[in-house]
């Protein structure tokens, strides 16, 4: 087949598709037919035009999202619960419970102040107490190898030797309720160690105190011998009333210096606190 054949099949085959492109069109024009002149007319009537506007306006509404506003409300006036249909709220329990705890906390401590002061009032340690008779608290000590105790005033007394007065005069003149009672003939020794606050015995051997806590050691008279304490023992004041002996615990007078020994009394046996003995 050569060159002008083909082209003549090729134009013809182009001629017969173009004829089947122009009919089917022809047909599909046919098939959607033609408005009558009647419903053209009704379509373009003015009242029709109108009532499709408003019902895009209704769809329009209804789908808008705009936030409705609520009604008012009367807000009711308020009036406070009846406490005895509600009882004690949890609120009211706590408040009465700290108050009644703190009330009783210091009540508590009111009491203890008061009982502490009415005792140092009517007597006991920290007031002046009457020991008794001079005569009779002599002879008790003498009674008793040198010492005695008197434990309401926490105290040891003891005899101090007239002879060995202007030497005490010289150490404890400045102390006058001090030197009163050596004048008087007796000493009222605190019975707290004033290393470090231990209660010293008497040792009845050697006659002096020996602390058993770390062995410090006063003559009788309360006069550091030996041992750690920085001073003697400590002195009441003591003053003489028509012939009783009153022992003022509420005045304490630091004992004398290391060193001072005004009766010069060494130890009379063995010691109770060391190798010779133990409390
Ligand atoms: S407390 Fe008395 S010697 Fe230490």
Redesign the pocket.
């Known amino acids: 087949m050569n060159t002008t054949t083909i082209l003549i099949v090729a134009v013809a085959v182009l001629a017969v598709l173009g004829a089947i492109v122009v009919l089917t069109a022809a047909r599909r024009k046919d098939a959607t037919g033609v408005l009558s002149r009647e419903t053209r007319s009704r379509d373009t009537d003015a009242d029709v035009k109108a009532k499709g506007r408003d019902y895009e306006r209704e769809a329009v509404a209804a789908r808008s999202t705009a936030l409705a506003v609520p009604q008012s409300v009367a807000v009711a006036p308020f009036s406070p619960p009846d406490p005895e249909v509600i009882g004690v709220s949890r609120r009211q329990f706590f408040n009465r419970a700290t108050i009644t705890l703190f009330s009783a906390g210091l009540g508590g401590f009111g009491a203890a102040v008061i009982s502490y002061l009415w005792k140092g009032a009517e007597g006991g340690f920290g007031s002046k107490i009457n020991a008794g008779k001079l005569d009779d608290i002599i002879a008790g000590i003498r009674s008793n190898k040198g010492f005695l105790y008197l434990p309401e005033a926490r105290a040891w007394l003891t005899e101090y030797p007239k002879e060995s007065l202007a030497k005490a005069e010289a150490v404890y003149g400045r102390q006058a309720p001090v030197f009163t009672g050596m004048q008087a003939g007796i000493v009222a020794l605190y019975q707290k160690?004033p290393?470090?606050?231990?209660r010293?015995p008497n040792c009845p051997t050697s006659q002096w105190f020996e602390?058993p806590?770390?062995?410090?050691q006063y003559n009788r008279v309360g006069e550091k011998k030996g041992?750690?304490?920085p001073r003697g023992m400590d002195h009441f004041a003591v003053s003489i009333n028509n012939g009783s002996v009153v022992i003022d615990t509420g005045a304490v007078f630091g004992g004398a210096a290391i060193g001072t020994n005004t009766t010069g009394q060494e130890s009379e046996g063995p010691h109770c606190v060391g190798s010779t003995g133990g409390h």
Request: neutral net charge; aromatic residues 0%; proline residues 7%.
């Open positions: 160690c290393h470090l606050g231990c010293v602390c806590c770390h062995g410090s041992g750690p304490a």
